[in-house]
């Protein structure tokens, strides 16, 4: 019988199977993130040819080209895009139960994420209570607008603000009221505000989202003159900030008017620092405050005494700003 012509098609290769190397996988994390070797490498405490060769075996390994080389930088591949989605979160993972190993294994810390305006304005004031009570605790806080994965970090617990639970375990701390407030000698160099519309003689201080943002609306001041049957009305002159602090502090300095979240200056009106205008006109908020303990952490014991610390601290912020606030 004739042999049969060869074939023209080369057989595939056989796929590899061998686990590839944490290493190689760190350098391309860091890597993809950069988008540039040398970036990468300080990054790593490497050099930028150690990082190349770690890279070149990774693609040696997974069988596919995972960066397209550029002369100062380099791209993600489709095959690098869908590596990156499953390698990042995975190391993530590693390295926050590497360092809550290594927490434990020292000193007792608590980690708290939150906001920088609550962080300042309600958190720090009371830690010196918390610290006299638990000195052998450390605290760190990390405040942040972007909202953290419990799951995946080292925080052990958050302290939120929005409309409704953001997860399993979620506890409400309290309620909110918005108040105007201003400082006390700041109104004595005024006449006295009777009505509603009384408070556009003053410069008002707002944030500079209320008119941008559709979930801010409501710490606006037009909202406010509406609420109280105000046809919208200009005061001589407004200051906008981003941060609720910035609010607070601008009327502690006697620049204006301010609409503010009641529980983060209770304090200061308690002290006199502040005095609440129109006390009768507060507005209900639609958002509260909350508390979430991570749910690898909430079972330790110094996680459980700062969150019943805070229960308490919660309780008194309830009872100073009243009923309506629970």
Known sequence: MPSSPPSSLSPAPPLRTRAVAAGHLRAFVAAAEHLNFRAAADTLALTPSAVSRQIQALEDEVGVALFLRHTRAVELTSAGVHLLRAVAPGLERIDAAVRQLRQTAGRKSVAITTWA?????????????????????DIRIDTSDTVMDMETTDVDLALRYSRAPEGAGAERLFGEQLAVVASPWLLRSQPAIRTPADAARFTLIETGDAQRLPQLAWLGWQRWFHAHGCAPLQPPRWLYFNYAHQIVQAALAGQGLAIARLPLVADALASGDLVEVLPAHRLDSPLAYWLLPGPRSAPRPEVQAFCDWLRGQAALTRAAMGPTSS
């Open 117 to 137: 305006s609550f962080a300042a304005m309600w958190l720090i004031p009371r830690l010196e209570a918390f610290q006299r009570e638990f000195p052998d605790i």
